[in-house]
Structure formats: structure tokens, C-alpha cells
Nanobody, 118 residues
Framework: QMQLVESGGGLVQTGESLTLSCVAS????????MGWFRQAPGKERELVAV????????TYGRSVKGRFTVSRDSANNAAYLQMNTLKPEDTAVYYC???????????WGQGTQVTVSS
């Protein structure tokens, strides 16, 4: 059972940056695609970014494209979400997820809160 642990969330002001980390307990993580999602109170879960096992071919959600960047560190079974020029509407709990090829997002982290003040 793979475990994912996110970290790096916090309270920042508009325009500032944060980097979230997602560390997996299993090396298989580095062989699978992974995704970042977020959910704000009262809203549906939203795709932030999805990236392949090698960190290429990344797809970003429309609201974050150009501001957020995903990267991966296979040696450490980790992935990162660099978030720049943060806006109050980026406030949400951010989750990382992964799953086997052709399957669903099977494994989810516990989430990390990002709050952007205006």
C-alpha cells in the first residue's frame, strides 16, 4: 500500500510563492504518472497538474497554467509543485495522487493547506 505525504503548504500573501512536496513510500511512484489536485471549501476538486513518470508531457489546469510548475525527483520518490504569483483564489487543500498505468488515481495523500491572503 503506497503512502503519499504532502508538505510545504502555509499562509502567504498575494503574489508570493510556495513549493509543495509529495513524497511516496514506494519506488513504484517514480514509474507512474502523478497528479496534483486541489479543493477549496464548498467547491469541487480541481485538477492542478498531471505529469508523466519522467516529468514530461505535463498538463496544467487553466487557472494555474503559466504560474505553477511540476517537477519530479525519481531518486527520492518525490514530486514538487512550484507555485508562483499566488492569488487568493488559489486557496485550497492541495493533494498529490498516483496510480498504475491505465487505472484510476488509486493513492492519495492527506493534503496540505495553502492559504493566500489578499
Amino acid at each position: 500500500q503506497m503512502q503519499l505525504v504532502e508538505s510545504g503548504g502555509g499562509l502567504v500573501q498575494t503574489g508570493e510563492s510556495l513549493t509543495l512536496s509529495c513524497v511516496a513510500s514506494d519506488r513504484t511512484f517514480s514509474s507512474w504518472s502523478m497528479g496534483w489536485f486541489r479543493q477549496a471549501p464548498g467547491k469541487e476538486r480541481e485538477l492542478v497538474a498531471v505529469t508523466s513518470s519522467v516529468g514530461t508531457g505535463t498538463t496544467y489546469g487553466r487557472s494555474v497554467k503559466g504560474r505553477f510548475t511540476v517537477s519530479r525527483d525519481s531518486a527520492n520518490n518525490a514530486a514538487y509543485l512550484q507555485m508562483n504569483t499566488l492569488k487568493p483564489e488559489d486557496t485550497a487543500v492541495y493533494y498529490c495522487t498516483t496510480g498504475p498505468p491505465g487505472g484510476s488515481w488509486e493513492y492519495w495523500g492527506q493534503g496540505t493547506q495553502v492559504t493566500v491572503s489578499s
